[in-house]
């Protein structure tokens, strides 16, 4: 990566000195909403002002709906060759990277995530995302079957027109790409609408694809709030299909909405309450418990699939939580995100910063032992900061064991049975992802088996890939991002059969 700032003041003048085009974008251009109507794109680490975005409403969406209809109809993107499609997809990638320290930049400002997360964990991904799906342009094929031998049967993979995908604002860039990029790669249109909270670098997203040759229409945006532009966006009856991650409690309104539109197809991926397990023949502790800090810390606790609940087995329960205390301040202490030794940001907004606190408070009053943190950060009132939090004694019927917190709060339980810590761990509506910590391989295939969770990590946590495909059980989600199980999702099979007679 190129001129990339080394230090807070560096970062600081390139934030000073950063202009963005706020507007929606539709048919290849920035544009205004038709009312006028703006958001502001408030900076959680200082309550700054970065800047107003353009707050598109349905009106807006049946523009951008249109665009990316006409672009369907008329084939400008379908119809031209897997090679050409792969060619733009490349184009992006590279235009994407070449201006990664700006989408970095944004992705801090916007919701407070540090530099050095945004520009060593979200861009790379989101650009391994857009490789990965460009070049699986041309891997896409049909079946002939093996049919009577008067006939010929083919099964051929088509796309599905006009895809609305809605995301959520904790990985702005990276959330935008796992929707947009299998999408487009399977040959269909795009309106996407961002979170109203984090928005910026998924229009520069959109800005890029034209800009590396994506045919305008393709590929739209569309900002603005989501019961106004995302609910317009799901009800509408020129879409196929909504690709959404974001809460469980919108993911049903978004069904909702399709059973009374046109029966879109909706993929979700929601919530989490992911727990980590923790058995007594762990093969090293130390390790084990850094690994649970990053797990619930990182990006202060905003990850779907952060490791939320600790179930940690008695006979090492006491020796986990003193680790956990000395180790958590080590590794997270809350600073300036623009700052690249920053390894702890504010959470998005103030409001959210309430809430997190306000189920802090829950879980004092049902009687679970605060072990660390449990309070803003007062050194900096400004932000919406909130310190590394653990709870100890927290059981599954009380608010902080059992509800998403969406923050730097990790709910520790203490078991003594392998049948116990199962329990616990699929006592919950979510099912998005698990770990087990373990140095008998038995218990860790056990474990895999009976853990309802979409993806297991076993003596690690967070681990993958784009090869894997990610999402949830239960209420954690329906469908899968990454990997080609997900790019099957953005297409469907049409059967052909010929008669030879
Ligand atoms: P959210 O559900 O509040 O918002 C997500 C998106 O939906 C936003 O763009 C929002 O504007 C839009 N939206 C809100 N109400 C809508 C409505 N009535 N109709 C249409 N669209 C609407 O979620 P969030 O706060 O942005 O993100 C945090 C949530 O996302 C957490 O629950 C987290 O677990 C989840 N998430 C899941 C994954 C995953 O892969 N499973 C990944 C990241 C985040």
Not at 188 to 217: D, H, M, T, W
């Amino acid at each position: 990566m190129t001129n990339t700032p080394q230090d807070l003041a560096g970062w600081q003048a390139r934030a000073a000195a950063l202009r963005v085009d706020a507007g929606l974008f539709i048919d290849g251009q920035s544009v205004a909403a038709l009312d006028g109507a703006k958001i502001e794109a408030i900076n959680p680490a200082n309550g700054q002002l970065i800047t107003d975005m353009a707050c598109g409403s349905a009106a807006d969406i049946d523009r951008a709906v249109a665009s990316a209809k006409a672009a369907w109809d008329d084939g400008r993107w379908r119809f031209l060759t897997p090679r050409t499609r792969m060619d733009i997809f490349r184009r992006w990638a590279d235009l994407l990277e070449a201006n990664a320290a700006d989408l970095a930049l944004m992705e801090t400002l916007s919701m407070g995530k540090p530099i050095t997360d945004a520009l060593t964990i979200d861009l790379p991904e989101s650009l391994v995302t857009i490789r990965y799906f460009g070049e699986a342009i041309d891997k896409v094929a049909g079946t002939v079957t093996n049919s009577p031998h008067n006939a010929v049967h083919q099964v051929s993979r088509e796309p599905l027109g006009v895809v609305g995908a809605i995301s959520p604002w904790n990985y702005p860039l990276l959330m935008a790409a796992w929707k947009v990029a299998p999408a487009l790669a399977a040959g269909n249109c795009v309106v996407l609408k961002p979170s109203e909270k984090a928005a910026l670098s998924c229009i520069r997203l959109a800005q890029l694809f034209v800009e590396a040759g994506g045919p305008a229409g393709v590929f739209n945006l569309v900002t603005g709030y989501g019961q106004d532009a995302g609910k317009a966006l799901a009800l509408h009856p020129d879409v196929a299909k909504i690709s959404f991650t974001g809460s469980t409690g919108v993911g049903k309104q978004l069904m909702i909405y399709a059973g009374q539109s046109n029966l879109k197809r909706v993929s979700l991926e929601t919530g989490g309450k992911s727990p980590q397990i923790f058995m007594p023949d762990l093969e090293d502790l130390d390790t084990a418990v850094d690994r649970a800090i990053m797990g619930i810390f990182d990006n202060a606790g905003q990850v779907c699939n952060a490791g939320s609940r600790l179930l940690v087995h008695a006979d090492i329960h006491d020796a986990f939580v003193d680790r956990f205390v000395a180790r958590a301040g080590q590794l997270y202490s809350p600073g300036d995100p623009l700052d690249p030794s920053t390894s702890l940001g504010p959470v998005v907004s103030h409001g959210h910063q309430q809430t997190v606190m306000g189920f802090m408070d829950q879980g004092r009053a049902e009687g679970a032992t605060l072990a660390l943190g449990g309070a803003a950060d007062a050194a900096r009132p400004d932000g919406a900061y909130v310190q590394p939090t653990l709870f100890t004694g927290v059981t599954s019927d009380m608010a902080i064991g059992r509800e998403e917190i969406f923050g730097p709060v990790a709910a520790l339980f203490r078991f003594e049975t392998e049948a116990q810590a199962i329990a616990l761990a699929n006592d919950s509506i979510y099912g998005l992802a698990a770990s087990v910590w373990t140095s008998n391989v038995k218990c860790a295939h056990r474990m895999v088996k009976a853990l309802e969770a979409g993806v297991v990590w076993v003596n690690c946590f967070g681990d993958g890939d784009m090869t894997q495909p990610f999402g949830g059980y239960k209420q954690s989600g329906n469908t899968r991002d990454k990997s080609l199980e997900c790019l099957a999702g953005y297409m469907q099979s049409k059967s052909a059969w010929f008669s030879l007679d």
